[in-house]
């Protein structure tokens, strides 16, 4: 069985910082690209962050700078850095776990994230 937890999510004021964490079971996490993703109130969900089983990483604008994917295949845990956060940043911020060639692709069931001004 799959399972993606995240973890560490929480209200923090403006200009402040939150580490999410995403620990993967029942996947071989290696071989999988890992991302974050986000969905506001009333939006869709839209990409963050990812990092391929390679390690290349690739940012939406809005965040570039002050966020920062990375993972540990020894933990099978993907991390999200979120530094300097704006009232926009608040949303749900979901992880995703793709293995293109199998055409595999699991999320986690979301973590909260809320910004005040």
């Known amino acids: 069985q799959v399972r993606l937890l995240e973890s560490g999510g929480g209200l923090v004021q403006t200009g402040g910082s939150l580490r999410l964490s995403c620990a993967a079971s029942?996947?071989?996490?290696?071989?999988?690209?890992m991302g974050w993703y986000l969905q506001a109130p009333g939006k869709q969900r839209e990409l963050v962050a990812t990092?391929?089983?390679?390690?290349?990483?690739n940012y939406a604008d809005s965040v570039k700078g002050r966020f920062a994917i990375s993972r540990d295949n020894g933990k099978s845990t993907v991390y999200l850095q979120m530094n300097s956060l704006k009232p926009e940043d608040t949303a749900v911020y979901y992880c995703?776990?793709?293995?293109?060639?199998?055409?595999?692709?699991?999320w986690g069931q979301g973590t909260q994230v809320t910004v005040s001004s």
């Open positions: 995703n776990a793709k293995h293109s060639s199998l055409s595999l692709d699991y």
């Open positions: 990092i391929t089983k390679d390690g290349s990483t």
């Open positions: 029942g996947i071989v996490f290696s071989r999988y690209d």
